[in-house]
């Protein structure tokens, strides 16, 4: 398909779609299409040139590219998503994405390597449909209670590694009990998992001969502890949390709800956490605000 065709087709297909819906006639400036296959998905990326024509094509609810998708989906092979960026966010993104892939190469990580991923909740399932293109993946799950592996999460978790084949082993290193729960909720509750784990899963890639153990929410980027690097991928490589949160089941751990309704400190390190995606350009404005209205609301 020619690209400069597909621009202007695209450009007068949006403003068509923008008059059915009765909004506003503006010009919006598409600088640039290209289009990935991912595993069953056809991501179409159309980049223009502002926030403000992002915010023309996307349309009010998601209106406009939702109709837009539904016009192309027939002349892409696989699954057609549309991801919508402005150009300079776009250069930004690649230059994080290389950032990245030299820290990874630079110990020794590269495509194809195994690595160990825990899996336990927010964006865990998101960012290990990202690895499993990439490597060969073997998969820990932390079961020490209902309060950090509720059922529904369990079974989420469950259900994709076994749609995918991907080896799995829960680890039961301790039952939390009522005492340890009331601590942690004065806490961050990431902290307890990474204190009681952190060995555990160490030794479990050492007994595999594994190097490399993906922990995204370790306060680091990236440690070493004994031979093996621990790396929080989510620090390290910009994915965008806006397609992990709308594409991936997001394990929503118990022990966070309730520390966010009891702790002041833990609800504004969530908010500000939020923020920093905001402003990386890993989530967008839209998306961030209703996510920290969502975490306001735990009172």
């Known amino acids: 398909m020619d690209k400069d065709l597909l621009l202007k087709e695209i450009s007068e297909k949006i403003r068509e779609i923008r008059r059915k819906l009765n909004l506003k006639e503006v010009k919006v400036d598409i600088v640039d299409v290209e289009t990935v296959l991912e595993g069953e998905d056809r991501i179409l990326y159309i980049y223009v040139l502002t926030r403000s024509d992002k915010s023309t094509v996307i349309g009010p609810g998601g209106w406009v590219v939702g109709k837009l998708r539904e016009?192309?989906?027939?002349?892409?092979?696989?699954?057609?998503?549309?991801?919508?960026?402005?150009?300079?966010?776009?250069?930004i993104l690649r230059k994080k994405i290389e950032r990245a892939l030299s820290i990874l190469r630079g110990i020794g990580l590269d495509r194809g390597e195994s690595i160990l991923v825990l899996v336990q909740c927010?964006?865990?399932?998101?960012?290990?449909?990202?690895?499993?293109?990439?490597?060969?993946v073997y998969v820990v799950i932390l079961d020490i209670g209902s309060v950090v592996l509720p059922s529904k999460n369990r079974k989420l978790i469950e259900d994709y590694l076994t749609r995918y084949n991907i080896p799995y082993k829960f680890i039961s290193p301790m039952e939390l009990r009522g005492d340890r729960i009331g601590e942690v909720l004065d806490n961050y509750p990431c902290n307890l998992c990474n204190?009681?784990?952190r060995d555990y899963l160490v030794e479990?890639?050492?007994?595999?001969?594994?190097?490399?153990?993906?922990?995204?929410?370790?306060?680091?980027?990236?440690?070493?502890?004994?031979?093996?690097?621990?790396i929080n991928f989510l620090k390290l490589y910009p994915l965008k949390r806006d397609v992990l949160r709308r594409n991936y089941p997001y394990l929503k751990c118990p022990l966070m709800i309730q520390a966010l309704k009891r702790d002041r400190n833990v609800k504004i390190k969530a908010i500000e956490t939020i923020v920093s995606e905001v402003y990386e350009g890993l989530m967008e404005p839209g998306i961030g605000a209703e996510v920290i209205m969502e975490i306001d609301k735990k009172r």
């Open 71 to 91: 016009y192309l989906k027939d002349r892409f092979s696989g699954n057609l998503k549309i991801l919508v960026d402005t150009y300079v966010d776009r250069v």
């Open 122 to 136: 927010s964006y865990d399932l998101g960012v290990l449909d990202f690895l499993r293109r990439h490597f060969k």
């Open 195 to 197: 204190e009681i784990v």
């Open 204 to 230: 479990e890639c050492r007994e595999r001969g594994i190097r490399y153990l993906i922990n995204n929410h370790i306060a680091e980027k990236l440690e070493k502890f004994k031979d093996v690097y621990i």
